[in-house]
């Protein structure tokens, strides 16, 4: 799968009086997305669309039919944990290392820090066979031994990479799309998010 397609989509949560998405159009192709906004202006809502937690009433989107979404909590571990970390392929072990997943934390997600469950959480997601990956603020809350570590094992990955994040060195480390969400409407712009942000403050001062 080369691209996200995103055609004429619409979506209103019935407490809200206007809708959070009017007929947009988006596309998103393989590398990384960083998709930015204010708090609520609808990127989660955007991603949950995208991973079908949400059915939007009018509109499409096609190419995402292998799509995984790592949200920010890590109170509970991913479904596929325990079969993650019983895997013994080279792929497996390359993931584990690049994340420095330890064996032992192999049952004891109760006693983990958020950090090691943020790790384990993203290499369980790299490993599933994903044509979308969206990852939700991927590097709250960790040191910045951890963030360099995950930032590290998110290049590594090969398909169509939506992230969402208010950290703007991730945004620039990863990126290499920008969608802006503002009061509705949807910006794109293919360049890094620092790159993106300068070319929008240009449009606002013709």
Known sequence: ????????????????????????????????SAVTGINGSGKSTLLKLISKELKSEKGMIVGNSLVVYCEQNTELPPKELDEFMMTYTKEAYK????????????????????????????????????????????????????????????????????????????LDALSEHTVMIKAGEILKYRSKFSLAEQAYAETLSH
């Open 1 to 32: 799968m080369n691209s996200l397609k995103i055609r004429k989509l619409s979506y209103k949560y019935s407490s809200a009086a206007e809708p959070i998405f009017n007929g947009i159009n988006l596309d998103f192709e393989k590398g990384w």
């Open 95 to 170: 993931i584990r290392d690049l994340l420095q997943v330890k064996d032992e934390w192999l049952g004891a997600w109760k006693v983990l820090s958020h950090g090691e469950r943020k790790r384990l959480q993203l290499a369980v997601a790299l490993s599933s066979d994903s044509d979308v990956l969206m990852v939700d603020e991927p590097t709250n809350h960790l040191d910045s031994q951890s963030q360099a570590v995950v930032v590290q094992a998110l290049k590594s990955y090969k398909g169509i990479g939506i992230l969402v994040s208010h950290d703007r060195t991730l």
